[in-house]
């Protein structure tokens, strides 16, 4: 296969164009200018986009790397010559999540469709090798020369060194074994840890159901129990219940006979206590206890004998008709003695006045006293000051009688009442209203028990439909038994497998004895050449990994310990020997490198373009470098 022409909307290709040609192809330009996005557009034209790719710490999947710069859809066409013929390969989007999906491949010039080319298989088609083993042959991006190894690849090396001999890798059989092993164990994880959760979990529901079972056996005998208990406590009850009506009524009467009797005793007690209320209501100590009654009667004699007192005081005439007389003198001999005399006359007519209004006053209060007297004792209905002497101390003995009937009537009063409250609560008794503590207690009891025979009944049932959820013990047991059969077929199946890989990996050994030394004897060839017999040996073990040895040198070395121009050109020398081997002959596929010689010395650089255009007499090569 040859590429002739490339068209590309991809990356920062908007619409670019670039021309090949057969042999060695070097395109010298600059950084940034597109050279790895032709790279990638090549290999997205031949093998489409992984859409499928996520991003991640230091990577971009090539969906959103190569998204055109100018937010159009990628697309490109690739013109290329395959067998004999031209064919013009195109990709384009239809729809975002799906770059470059839509393809087409026809012959060129014409609408003709290439007969068994899709975009599937349009890669593997052209090139004769899958994404994979191209990647790690003719395909050499930037920085990445090592080679990555894989199942495909390590079978075409190995069926090209073995005369066909192997259809299957060793790495990918003794893959598989183990795949097989980790589907039946791996840590706790596998068929067969599976298997032994599963019937561990079996007996743990066997034995649940066991104990259920026993649990369900034993509220059952309780309940039973606690029937039996109830029936017992019914019976009793119904017996007290019958005592109790019986006493009931009996004592019904009894209080009934009683209260008749307290009623009767409370009407004679409430008549005599009228009686004696009456007896002290009324008259001049009506509302006065005993002692307030012997105040009054002290205060109205000590009142009396005041006013007596007061009206049996007289005032005397003498001194005003010696006063009257002296004036009268006076007058006398101031008419014959001399003038000045009238004041002795004045003055004693003066005061006989004044003694005589003293004594009229004095006469009218006493007056008033005796009046008052008299008023007092016909107030109180008495005829001397002490007359309300006998009749307080009358009242207070008719208090005292009162008081004590008001006492009998409070005593018949408390004891009806009484006697009507025992003949309520008998009423209650007889009625069922109110029972007795012994009658509360049996029906408690009985309450309790019943309620604990509902409890059980419901748990039996409840424990009776776990049982049956949980299944018949029988078929558990039997399906534990064919769980462990085939524990044990698993079993023998996973020692059979390990058996087989730990023997196919004593073959794989001797499998690198010759897969090694046929590529690596190529490998040390090129890279003899291109170091210029620096080194004179390379080996490749199955996993590509590399070790080189310096001429005259008795160690073979890894990559870590070469410099970064040396570890490039030693898997350039790699993948130029897996081309050879694994890739078709009869229509070699190019091979492209993307800036592979950056690290090269002049020298170096000049053997690998010698190298890679005797190479281009076979197979088309296309270089991309900056140098």
């Known amino acids: 296969m040859v590429i002739r022409r490339l068209t590309a909307h991809f990356g920062c290709l908007e619409g670019d164009t670039l021309e090949l040609h057969e042999g060695l192809n070097v395109i010298n330009a600059p950084n940034e200018s597109g050279k790895s996005t032709w790279c990638a557009f090549i290999r997205a034209m031949l093998y489409g986009v992984d859409s499928s790719e996520r991003a991640r710490a230091g990577h971009l999947p090539d969906k959103t790397r190569f998204a055109p710069w100018t937010g159009s859809p990628m697309s490109g066409t690739m013109e290329i010559s395959h067998g004999g013929r031209d064919i013009t390969l195109s990709r384009m989007t239809r729809a975002a999540n799906a770059p470059m999906r839509v393809f087409s491949a026809v012959y060129t010039g014409t609408a003709d ?32 020369a090592a080679v990555t190894g894989s199942a495909e690849l390590e079978r075409r090396i190995a069926s090209v ?23 039946r164990r791996y840590n706790r994880r596998g068929a067969i840890p599976e298997l032994e959760r599963e019937i561990a979990s079996d007996e743990e529901a066997l034995r649940r159901v066991a104990d259920t079972v026993a649990e369900r056996d034993r509220a059952s005998a309780e309940l039973a129990g606690c029937e039996e208990t109830a029936s017992r406590l019914s019976a009793a009850l119904k017996s007290a219940q019958e005592r109790e009506r019986l006493a009931a009524r009996e004592d019904f009467r009894r209080s009934g006979e009683r209260v008749s009797e307290l009623e009767q005793a409370y009407s004679r007690a409430a008549a005599e206590a009228a009686k004696t209320a009456a007896a002290v209501s009324g008259g001049v100590f009506d509302g006065l206890d005993a002692a307030g ?164 009944s419901a748990r039996v049932s409840e424990l009776s439909g776990v049982i049956s959820a949980m299944g018949d013990p029988v078929a558990v047991e039997s399906g534990i038994r064919e769980k462990q059969a085939r524990l044990e077929a698993l079993t023998r199946q996973y020692d059979a497998i390990e058996l087989a890989a730990n023997t196919l990996e004593r073959a794989g050994a001797e499998l690198q004895s010759r897969f090694s030394p046929a590529l690596g004897r190529r490998a040390a060839e090129i890279f003899a050449r291109l170091t210029g017999g620096r080194y004179d040996e390379l080996t490749v073990s199955r996993d590509f990994s590399v070790l080189v040895r310096r001429a005259g040198d008795s160690v073979q070395r890894g990559s870590l310990y070469l410099s970064a121009g040396a570890v490039d050109l030693m898997y350039l020398a790699v993948r130029l020997a897996i081309a050879e081997l694994a890739l078709p002959a009869d229509e070699p596929c190019p091979i492209i490198l993307d800036d592979a010689l950056a690290y090269l010395d002049p020298v170096r650089r000049e053997r690998v373009l010698e190298l890679l255009e005797e190479i281009g007499k076979t197979r088309q090569v296309i270089l991309f470098t900056c140098a």
Do not use: H
């Open 161 to 183: 060194v073995s005369s066909g001999e192997e259809e299957v890798s060793a790495g990918e059989a003794e893959e598989r074994l183990r795949a097989w092993l980790r589907k």
């Open 113 to 144: 469709a290439v007969p068994g080319i899709d975009g599937s298989n349009v890669g593997e088609y052209l090139t004769g090798a899958s994404r994979t083993v191209f990647a790690s042959s003719a395909f050499i991006g930037q920085g990445a």
């Open 293 to 456: 009654a012997a105040e009054l009667a002290e205060s109205v004699r000590r009142e009396a004998e005041a006013l007596r007192r007061e009206g049996t005081k007289r005032a005397g005439a003498l001194p005003a008709a010696v006063l009257a007389a002296l004036a009268v003198i006076c007058a006398a001999l101031g008419l014959w003695l001399s003038p000045f005399v009238f004041i002795g006359t004045a003055l004693f007519a003066a005061l006989a006045a004044w003694q005589y209004t003293l004594m009229s006053r004095s006469c009218a209060a006493a007056a008033r006293a005796r009046e008052e007297y008299s008023a007092l004792l016909a107030r109180y209905s008495i005829g001397e000051p002490d007359g309300l002497k006998m009749p307080a101390a009358d009242y207070a003995r008719r208090l005292d009688e009162a008081a004590a009937a008001a006492e009998r009537l409070e005593a018949a009063r408390a004891g009806l009442e009484s006697a009507r409250g025992e003949r309520r609560a008998d009423e209650s008794r007889l009625t069922g209203a109110q029972e007795s503590d012994s009658l509360r207690r049996l029906e408690w009891e009985l309450a309790s028990m019943n309620a604990r025979r509902e409890s059980l």
